[in-house]
Structures are given as C-alpha cells and as structure tokens.
C-alpha cells in the first residue's frame, strides 16, 4: 500500500525558506505519475502549490512562481518542496499527493502545519 | 477568489440528497478532466470521483459525478452524518498550466 509522508519544521520565520521533504513508500516514484504539493490556509479552501514528475518537469501555481521549487530525488524516492520569502499567508497546512493523469490526487500524506511567526 | 466556482454551503436530512456544483470555463471543466475530495476535519482530502465519473475502489456508489460543458456536478443520495464535511471540485486549466481547486463546498446532515 503506498504511503506519503511530509517532514520539515512546523515553524518558520518571516521571510525565510520554507523546506519540506515527501518520502514515499510502497511504491517507486520512477515508475511515473506526477507527484505534487497542496496546501490549505486555516479556516480556507485547498489551494495547488505545484507538482514534479519523476522526469524533473515541474509545474507551478503562477501565484507562487517567483517563489516555489519542486525538485525529485529518486534514489530517495521522495520529493521536495522549497518556498522562499514565507510571510504569515502562507501559514498552512501543506499536504503532499500522486496526481494521476487526469490532474487527481488518489493518495495523500496526512499533512504537516507550518506556522510563519517571528 | 477560486476560478471554480462551488456554493459555500448544501444540507440535507439523513438519506436525502445533496447536489453540488462547480462551474468552470473552456480552459479548464470544459476541455479537462474533474475530480471530487472529501475533506474531514483533521483527516486528508480523500479523492471520491475522478475523470469526471470515476468512482475509486472503496467508494460508496452513493457518491456520483457527472460534466456537462464547463460545469460539473457531485450528488450524494442516502445521506448519512458521516458525510457531513467539505467537498472540494478539481480540474486541470490548460492555459494557466496549472491544477485547480474549487472553493469548497460545506456538506451538514440537518
């Protein structure tokens, strides 16, 4: 059964990095799909940061283009998301997902709070 | 303010049913795939229909979702209070290059 799991710091200070790591299990990320980034802001709705393929193609939310990076290590088989200059909006909780080809997530990690405060 | 548009909020008695929309345009409903997520407080989203109609192993087939144009719509019969939570509509739109998600859409059992 695969299985998505987010690590990284729950807290992070205004106008630093933000690094978060997705490591898989139970399946290989080099077989395909695209593996992507969801976050959702207390009290909102889900918002796309972006997603990697295995291949390192990434797409990005235009938002959040000038500040994202989604990179892929495979010999790890996990996943990695980068967002710089954090400010208080992007408090959130981030989830990691597969997206399957018809731009679905079918399998979810259960999510990880980063607070943005000084 | 979400480019798939969702109303805030349905309700319904236990074992009645629920309709929930989600309107879109051309460059994303209308030429792309939709997909439907449970979310329950404190748990991960949880996809319920894919490809517009495609109900994942382990999905009640009271759960339904149907496209017609750039609008998609999820309807849930035989309502029960574990149902009660937030519905979110997913697409791909081709000329932002980017996923999608509506604003939410809040499920109460009256």
């Known amino acids: 059964q695969m299985q998505l799991q987010e690590s990284g710091p729950g807290l992070v200070k205004p106008s630093e990095t933000l690094s978060l790591t997705c490591a898989v299990s139970?399946?290989?990320?080099?077989?395909?799909?695209?593996w992507g980034w969801i976050r959702q802001p207390p009290g909102k709705g889900l918002e796309w940061v972006g997603s990697?393929?295995?291949?390192?193609?990434?797409y990005y939310n235009p938002s959040l283009m000038s500040r994202v990076s989604i990179s892929i290590n495979t010999s790890k088989n996990q996943f990695s998301l980068r967002l710089n200059s954090m400010t208080a909006a992007d408090t959130a909780v981030y989830f990691c997902?597969?997206?399957?080809?018809?731009?679905?997530?079918?399998?979810w990690g259960q999510g990880t709070l980063v607070t943005v405060s000084s | 303010q979400s480019v798939l548009t969702q109303p805030p909020s349905v309700s319904a008695a236990p074992g009645q049913r629920v309709t929930i929309s989600c309107s879109g345009s051309?460059?994303?409903?209308?030429?792309?795939?939709v997909s439907w997520y449970q979310h329950l407080p404190g748990t991960a989203p949880k996809l319920i229909i894919s490809?517009?109609?495609r109900r994942p192993s382990g999905i009640p087939d009271r759960f339904s979702g149907s496209k017609s144009g750039t609008s998609a719509t999820l309807d849930i019969t035989g309502l029960q209070t574990g149902d009660e939570g937030d519905y979110y509509c997913?697409?791909?739109?081709?000329?932002?290059?980017?996923?999608?998600f509506g604003g939410g859409t809040k499920v109460t059992v009256l």
């Open positions: 490809d517009n109609n």
């Open positions: 990697v393929y295995h291949s390192g193609t990434t």
């Open positions: 997902a597969r997206q399957g080809d018809g731009s679905y997530y079918d399998y």
């Open positions: 051309t460059s994303n409903i209308g030429n792309n795939y």
């Open positions: 997913g697409s791909w739109d081709t000329n932002l290059s980017s996923a999608l």
């Open positions: 139970g399946y290989s990320i080099t077989i395909g799909y695209y």
